[in-house]
């Protein structure tokens, strides 16, 4: 990240990383990513720069609060698209738990459809990547988040070894 959004950042200025990931992150594929999450879920996330975190994260997402913890390591494009994917996401499959308790939730039923096939694949993916990606396959949440923020794990899901097995759970 530059320098001016770090400072912006240890200054607790998360409109600062919004705007940033929206208009300069490096990857374009995450810059439009950003860009569409900002569009489409109002955040009013904190974040918060911390000297170390438990077992040597780089930053973490709270639900609790709606804050994004980080360290300076973990002032990288990725990392921060990764956390603010998380509080983007969270709400809907918060949402969609409810809906599978038999409780009311304020979910479409494109979203169910969307989080039940999302569901499908994180589950047969899992059996493919998971030795490699293990933090991927904790829940829900992690799955969503590393699909849409870590190159790497876009690369996987998206090789000729097991898309046609992905596409064959579509």
Do not use: C, W
Request: hydrophobic share 35%; no cysteine; proline share 2%.
């Amino acid at each position: 990240l530059p320098k001016h959004v770090v400072l912006q950042i240890k200054d607790g200025n998360f409109a600062a990383l919004a705007q940033y990931l929206k208009a300069s992150m490096q990857n374009k594929l995450q810059r439009e990513i950003a860009k569409h999450i900002f569009s489409v879920v109002p955040l009013k996330t904190k974040i918060k720069f911390v000297d170390t975190l438990a077992k040597g994260r780089l930053a973490e997402y709270d639900p609790k609060t709606d804050t994004i913890y980080v360290t300076s390591e973990g002032l990288k494009d990725e990392v921060m698209l990764h956390e603010v994917t998380h509080a983007a996401t969270v709400h809907v499959i918060n949402e969609y738990s409810k809906y599978l308790k038999g409780q009311k939730a304020n979910l479409t039923q494109d979203q169910i459809d969307g989080l039940e096939h999302l569901e499908e694949l994180m589950e047969y993916a899992q059996g493919e990547l998971g030795a490699t990606y293990p933090e991927a396959f904790k829940n829900l949440h992690e799955f969503v988040a590393y699909a849409m923020s870590s190159k790497d794990f876009q690369e996987e899901l998206r090789s000729e070894e097991h898309t046609s097995e992905l596409q064959s759970h579509s």
